[in-house]
């Protein structure tokens, strides 16, 4: 049985590192024939088209490939074997298929623990960079439940920000004197960035400083209209400091800050819930693909199990994309709906897995 249980974990890996590889070379081939014009620009070379592929690749695409990487590892590992009849010779000798998909169903759970861990750096760290392409070089950081950005004479702090609605929400511009003294500090609850990159504050107060008088105090306006006109650069920085940014721990420290300030934090939850999950479908996806190629020795089609076992990773999908769209209208239930779709999947799944043939 040890050796059974290697030659199954060993194809399954190896067809895993397979799939993934060559997924991520044919969407990389893919994408500089689609994106060529943006890619291969004057004085470009191939440390730009590499930085191109390196971030753009794991920032769209390496969330959705590695579990599918596992659907179609755990398929092929036992429909190869399907096909070629020797699941009957394993049954024959009188192991169960349940007793050989189980290295394959522990190393899909080792590789989930793995996809969080890629997830939480590689993936993330390729979206902030890929965020900051063709905008300003300098960093947006977190700090003490907000972000904050420099430039120049000014300081910015933004609460979050909505990049789709062009949106960013408890917004704090402080201006400097050359000297570093406080000239004039603008609180706001949104402000609206413009494609002409106008900022529209809305419920702004400001204070204007005298540094020629530090003891006098400022005076305050509330005007009913400000705007301020802004480079290009601060749009793509500021518009990009979305918790959607934040690893998971900070994530966390994002959503103490608001309970502590009385905010709602339900959608950041629901955020948070779903990244916290989301690694565990290689696992799910692993199991779901278990029964379907077990049922390659008896259809003797390995293109017919693979796509019903598609329709069901589409209908996850499905059900993923439903509670993110709770998520976003705030619902006191998009917290446990993430952990709901994996139980519901998961219990099917398993259930599909028992009723293998002995």
Not at 120 to 139: K, M, S
Not at 174 to 182: A, H, M, N
Request: with cysteine; net charge positive.
């Amino acid at each position: 049985m040890r050796i059974l249980s290697r030659y199954f974990l060993t194809s399954y890996l190896n067809l895993f590192v397979a799939t993934l590889v060559l997924s991520l070379v044919s969407i990389g081939i893919v994408e500089m024939l689609a994106n060529f014009e943006h890619i291969f620009t004057p004085g470009s070379d191939a440390v730009d088209v590499l930085q191109y592929l390196f971030l753009r690749l794991p920032s769209y695409y390496l969330r959705d490939l590695i579990p599918l990487s596992s659907f179609a590892a755990a398929l092929l590992c036992l429909g190869l074997p399907g096909r070629r009849r020797e699941l009957m010779a394993i049954k024959a000798g009188g192991v169960s298929l349940q007793r050989v998909a189980l290295p394959i169903l522990v190393a899909a759970a080792a590789l989930s623990v793995g996809a969080l861990f890629v997830y939480e750096t590689v993936v993330l760290g390729a979206t902030r960079e890929w965020n900051r392409l063709g905008g300003d070089p300098e960093r947006v950081t977190f700090r003490r439940g907000s972000f904050w950005y420099h430039k120049g004479q000014a300081i910015y702090n933004v609460r979050d920000a909505m990049p789709d609605k062009r949106m960013l929400r408890g917004v704090s511009v402080y201006e400097l004197s050359p000297q570093g003294r406080l000239l004039r500090s603008i609180r706001a609850t949104r402000v609206r960035v413009t494609v002409d990159h106008q900022w529209q504050f809305q419920n702004a107060t400001v204070h204007r400083f005298d540094p020629a008088r530090p003891g006098r105090g400022p005076v305050v306006e509330r005007p009913q209209e400000l705007s301020l006109a802004l480079g290009q650069a601060y749009d793509v920085a500021l518009l990009n400091a979305s918790p959607a940014t934040l690893s998971l721990q900070h994530l966390l420290e994002f959503i103490s800050f608001r309970n502590a300030e009385g905010l709602s934090t339900s959608r950041h939850l629901a955020l948070f819930h779903a990244r916290l999950s989301e690694p565990l479908s290689v696992l799910l996806f692993a199991l779901l693909a278990v029964p379907f190629g077990v049922a390659v020795e008896r259809t003797r089609s390995l293109l017919g199990s693979a796509l019903r076992g598609l329709l069901w990773v589409a209908a996850y999908h499905g059900a993923r994309l439903a509670t993110s769209l709770l998520a976003a209208a705030g619902g006191a239930a998009a917290s446990a709906a993430p952990w709901l779709v994996l139980a519901i999947f998961g219990g099917l799944g398993l259930w599909r897995f028992a009723r293998i043939p002995r």
